[in-house]
Nanobody
Framework: QVQLVESGGGLVQAGGSLRLSCAAS????????MGWYRQAPGKQRELVAR???????YYADSVKGRFTISRDNAKNTVYLQMNNLKPEDTAVYYC?????????WGQGTQVTVSS
């Protein structure tokens, strides 16, 4: 069992920055692919960024060049650095830990970008 706790959300003006953190319990953090998803009101949850066990990364086209995902396996933590935020980035952001047969989610953290 893995528990994920997100932090770092908040209200920011367009063009600003936020860094989200996701702290994971357990001793097998490095064996998981870690991702950040978001869900805006009335929309489906979408993948924002993913950091695989091997260190490769994936970004949604909408955030490429603005967001950076990173992980610190020693601290069991994954981060999402968000720069040049736009109002359309407003959503609840969720942390995800995945490996075949196992899929865990955090409770989410709200990010609101004002214009």
């Amino acid at each position: 069992q893995v528990q994920l706790v997100e932090s770092g959300g908040g209200l920011v003006q367009a063009g600003g920055s936020l860094r989200l953190s996701c702290a994971a319990s357990g001793s097998t953090f490095s064996s998981y692919s870690m991702g950040w998803y978001r869900q805006a009101p009335g929309k489906q949850r979408e993948l924002v960024a993913r950091n695989s066990r091997g260190g490769s990364t994936y970004y949604a086209d909408s955030v490429k060049g603005r967001f950076t995902i990173s992980r610190d396996n020693a601290k069991n933590t994954v981060y999402l650095q968000m720069n040049n935020l736009k109002p359309e980035d407003t959503a609840v952001y969720y942390c995800n830990a995945f490996r075949p047969g196992l899929d865990y989610w955090g409770q989410g953290t709200q990010v609101t970008v004002s214009s």
